[in-house]
C-alpha cells in the first residue's frame, strides 16, 4: 500500500455521561458519606490503529453502537481522540500549525446520516453550498454564483433550484446537497457515515453511484462508514470490521468476503442475504452487544463467541497478519 493519506496511531475515544439532576445529587451524598463515587465513562473507541492510502475506500462496518461514527468523526478532525494520535500525510495533525491545520481540516469532509438534520435549514441552497467556499477563500464572490451552480451539476442537482430551502427537497436530493456542500471547499477525502441509510434503495444505488463517479472524476479518498455488507462490498477497496471500539479485522474486500477470519466477522457476513441460500435459516449472532461503559475484559467478543476459551477472558487479542494484506485480532490465531 502507498505511503497513507491519514493514519491513526492507538487512537482512543472516551466520553463522560451526563448525568441528571438526581445522579448529582447521589454522587454528593455519596462524597458526603465518604464514598468515592466512579464517574461512567463511555470508551467508544479503544485504541484503534488504521491506515487510509490516498485514493482508497475504506469499508467501516460494525453493529449500531459499535464506534464507527465517533472514528469517523476523529478522522474528520470533528472530534479530538482523547488519546493517540491522528496523522495527516505523515505528521501528528494535533501539531500542525494554525494554516497547516486549517488546510487538512478542509481536505476531509463528512457526509452525515441524516440529510435533513445535517443542513441548516433557514439557508437557502445556494447559501449552505457557497457559504465555506468563500470564506476560505476557496472562490472569489464575483465568481461564487457560478462556482456554485457547478457544485450543484456535479452533485446531480439543478441549479436553477439554489434559491429553495431545504425542506422543499427530497431526501434523496437532501444527500446531494450535502456531497454539494463538502465537495465546494475541494477535498481530498470525504468520510461517509452511514450516508445512504436513510435513503430507499433506488435512491441509495443512486448516491452511490454518484460515490463512485466522483472518486473516478476528482480522485477522492473515502472512509464509508456503513453496517450493510452489501453496500460496502459495492463499493470499497478494503474493509475494517469494527466490534466495540476495537478494530478486529482488516482486508480487501475480496479477501474478508471469502475468506473471512475472526467469529464476529464470520458471524456477520453468515447474515447477509444471498439469492443461492435464500432457503437458509438465518439466525442472529447471539446475545447483545455490551454497554460501553462496562466492556468486558480480554477480548470484547468472547461473551458472544462460540469459539471462547480462557486466554479470550483476560487477554485481548493484537492484530495479527494472518494472510498478505490481511489482519484479524482472535487467539484463534496465536
Not at 487510509?52 to 464507527?68: D, Q, R, T
Not at 467556499?133 to 450543484?152: F, I, M, N, S, T
Not at 431545504?166 to 456542500?181: K, V
Request: hydrophobic share 45%.
Amino acid at each position: 500500500m502507498s505511503e497513507a493519506m491519514i493514519s491513526l496511531r492507538a487512537v482512543s475515544r472516551q466520553f463522560g455521561r451526563h448525568q441528571d439532576a438526581a445522579g448529582r445529587l447521589a454522587r454528593r451524598v455519596s462524597r458526603a458519606f465518604g464514598a468515592g463515587a466512579c464517574p461512567e465513562i463511555v470508551r467508544a473507541v479503544d485504541g484503534v490503529d488504521l491506515d487510509i492510502a490516498p485514493g482508497e475506500v475504506v469499508g467501516l462496518v460494525g453493529e449500531s453502537g459499535c464506534g464507527k461514527s465517533t472514528l469517523g468523526r476523529m478522522v474528520a478532525g470533528i472530534l479530538p481522540p482523547s488519546s493517540g494520535a491522528v496523522l495527516w500525510q505523515g505528521q501528528d495533525r494535533a501539531g500542525l500549525a494554525p494554516e497547516a491545520l486549517r488546510a487538512a481540516r478542509l481536505a476531509v469532509q463528512m457526509i452525515f446520516q441524516d440529510p435533513y438534520a445535517s443542513l441548516n435549514p433557514r439557508l437557502r441552497v445556494d447559501a449552505i453550498v457557497g457559504e465555506a467556499p468563500l470564506v476560505h477563500g476557496k472562490v472569489e464572490r464575483a465568481g461564487l454564483a457560478a462556482y456554485v451552480d457547478a457544485q450543484l451539476r456535479r452533485a446531480g442537482l439543478d441549479p436553477a433550484d439554489k434559491r429553495r430551502y431545504p425542506h422543499q427537497f427530497s431526501g434523496g436530493q437532501r444527500q446531494r446537497i450535502g456531497i454539494a456542500r463538502a465537495l465546494a471547499v475541494q477535498p481530498s477525502m470525504l468520510v461517509c457515515d452511514e450516508a445512504v441509510a436513510a435513503l430507499d434503495v433506488s435512491i441509495q444505488a443512486q448516491i452511490l453511484n454518484l460515490f463512485m463517479d466522483l472518486r473516478a472524476e476528482l480522485g477522492l479518498t473515502y472512509l464509508f462508514i456503513s453496517h450493510d455488507l452489501g453496500v460496502v462490498e459495492h463499493l470499497s477497496d478494503r474493509v475494517a470490521i469494527m466490534y466495540l471500539g476495537r478494530i478486529v479485522e482488516q482486508a480487501a474486500v475480496a479477501e474478508i468476503f471469502a475468506r473471512p477470519n475472526h467469529p464476529y466477522t464470520q458471524a456477520l457476513l453468515s447474515e447477509v442475504p444471498r439469492i443461492e441460500a435464500r432457503k437458509r435459516r438465518f439466525s442472529a449472532i447471539k446475545g447483545e452487544l455490551p454497554s460501553p461503559l462496562a466492556p468486558p475484559a480480554g477480548c470484547h467478543f468472547h461473551p458472544r463467541c462460540a469459539h471462547a476459551m480462557a486466554v479470550c477472558r483476560d487477554v485481548a487479542p493484537p492484530l495479527r497478519e494472518v494472510a498478505p494484506g490481511h489482519r484479524s485480532a482472535c487467539h484463534l490465531n496465536g
